[in-house]
């Protein structure tokens, strides 16, 4: 099975120009990307092979509410998937119960859900066990009333000590490993089976490059990743790209 990339640019870049240069260099099968609001419809008309994501979507479909976009919108722009949970929202003060109203209606909607879970180092620094009660609780509550319907739901495990830093300095006690990701998502991915009864796609976020992508992404266990900052280089991506696709293969 291939395993899927999702290109998530954040903030970036600042031009449309840009954005569609990106976005062209990037279109691959098994590739979701995920520019900022203002570049989705640019970038899903350059897209052939690779699908067209959003980074974030509000729960109500209509109304009075000021800077949000609902899930119907996306969809009309030709999105495809949406990431919802991601821990720089969360970090702004996104809730859990926020998070499952977005989960719920961008399934109602469509949408295929990317829901982002993952412990800090405070969970983590208690041990293994301590990081996987953490991540079950935040699944338990992102996925109350979940039954999935229309969209489809995948998961990406993204531990915030490993989002946008050079890992290996933050973790001596091998919690920086493939097998360590890779432990974690079976556990997701246990979790969640019991709970709707379907087997999810479960990726690893936090720092996957070049230089580290062949070694995660031919874990077995590992469906994909979920890119930041390595997306924003279409070179190494593309390379990124390429280790997927062989990874899947084997
Ligand atoms: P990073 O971001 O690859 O820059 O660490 C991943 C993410 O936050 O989605």
Known sequence: MSKLLIANWKMNPQTEAEAVRLARAEDAPNVVVA???PFLRAVGGVLRKAALGAQDVFWEPRGAFTGEVSPTMLKRLGVRYVIVGHSEQRQLG????MVNRKVLSSLEAGLGVILCVG????A???GFGAA???VAAQLRADLRGVKVARGSL???YEPLWAISTARSANYKDNADTPEDAAAMIDHIRTFVRARLGVRPLVFYGGSVNGGNAARFLGNRGIDGALVGGASLNS???IYIVKMASSAGER
């Open 35 to 37: 520019p900022p609001f």
């Open 94 to 97: 996104e809730t859990d119960a």
């Open 119 to 122: 412990e800090g180092s405070g």
């Open 124 to 126: 983590r620094a208690h």
């Open 132 to 134: 996987q009660r953490f």
């Open 154 to 156: 995948s998961i990406a």
């Open 235 to 237: 070179k190494e991506f």
